[in-house]
């Protein structure tokens, strides 16, 4: 059995009815193999209350110096490994101000702490319209969060992916999405650097699926940008982006992403992997495609090259930018960010 640590350089991670032990960084000869036996991006009294039944106290950096998620993020080997992942500019990972600022790092612990009893809440109405005023009241406890630019400290995450959730079971695939892109750029990479963690491929996923509903209504996406445009929310910029973006292969590049993060032999054993199997033999099917599939044949068999690096930045990056850029305007437009 591997000890704790809550920077942790492996994880187990359980697929089917097989729990894999999985290096989360690298390992070098005679390193101690170490996971964490709690979520480890929960504020410091959820991880020592989560580790109360196991008889001892961490005392990992992350404890000792109650470091925050930008603080562990930037001491992380993983950083350049988002290179080719949804980060547009993965320096950014060590350069957050709750890293840099004194300041700013013990009030990310503060608003953390202060929220920490909405973590694992129990309490989700299963009725939507009851369900948006408690993800409404949730919302605004994490004001704190939100006004200092904290999105990747809990319980925020949290709060946002059951919005985003609640979007995608209201209907409103074009807000689900949006905020699933929020998450997936500005809270997670600093939650889970590394790329392959099953957190990000999850995401990456998640953000497939709602473009796979929302492809066949181009025009729902155009209107939901030009509303919030009418309302002075949102740039022509951004606008114009959203306008020319191409969902299908975004969602297919998007999908294959997900089976370069799949565990090496497991393919057809992770669900993950399995659906988005099934997702690009749909795409594939599609007729009319084959100036798109080239150039994305092209990025998969090198994308290092500049051809591709740029190809990836204008159809992935670009696009993925613009719809969270739209995610936090929802949250402006209707939980009052």
Avoid at 90 to 99: D, E, G
Avoid at 225 to 233: E, H
Avoid at 271 to 291: F, H, T
Wanted: glycine share 4%; aromatic share 10%; net charge negative.
């Amino acid at each position: 059995m591997a000890n704790h640590s809550c920077i942790p350089n492996a994880m187990v991670q359980f697929i089917g009815r097989k729990a894999i032990l999985r290096a989360e960084s690298l390992i070098q000869a005679g390193d101690e193999i170490e996971i964490s036996y709690t979520d480890y991006t929960y504020p410091l009294s959820k991880r020592r209350e989560a580790l109360s039944p196991y008889n001892f106290t961490c005392q990992c950096l992350r404890c000792t110096k109650d470091m925050n998620i930008y603080q562990v993020c930037a001491l992380s080997p993983n950083i350049d490994l988002n290179l080719g992942s949804l980060v547009f500019d993965p320096s950014k990972l060590r350069r957050h101000p709750a890293t840099t600022s004194n300041s700013k790092a013990a009030l990310a612990n503060k608003y953390s702490e202060d929220a920490a009893e909405m973590i694992d809440s129990k309490e989700t109405p299963n009725m939507l319209d009851e369900r948006r005023r408690y993800l409404q009241t949730q919302y605004r406890k994490c004001q704190p969060l939100v006004r200092e630019g904290f999105w990747s400290v809990s319980p925020l995450p949290q709060v946002l992916t059951e919005i985003s959730i609640y979007y995608a079971e209201e209907g409103n695939f074009v807000y689900a999405l949006a905020i699933a892109c929020y998450v997936a750029t500005y809270c997670d990479p600093y939650r889970y650097v590394a790329p392959f963690h099953p957190v990000r491929a999850k995401g990456l996923f998640l953000i497939g699926k709602l473009l796979a509903n929302t492809a066949a209504d181009t025009a729902a996406l155009s209107a939901s940008v030009q509303a919030m445009v009418s309302k002075g929310n949102f740039d022509q910029k951004g606008l114009q982006t959203l306008q020319e973006i191409d969902q299908v292969s975004l969602c297919q590049m998007l999908l294959f992403m997900v089976l370069q993060q799949t565990p090496a032999g497991y393919a057809a054993e992770w669900e993950l992997s399995v659906s988005a199997r099934e997702m690009l033999n749909d795409i594939n099917q599609l007729p009319g495609r084959d100036q798109e599939l080239s150039l994305i044949n092209a990025w998969r068999q090198n994308p290092s090259s500049d051809q591709s690096r740029a190809f990836f930045e204008y159809a992935v990056l670009k696009q993925i930018d613009a719809l969270a850029s739209l995610g936090h305007e929802v949250l402006v437009t209707d939980f009052g960010a």
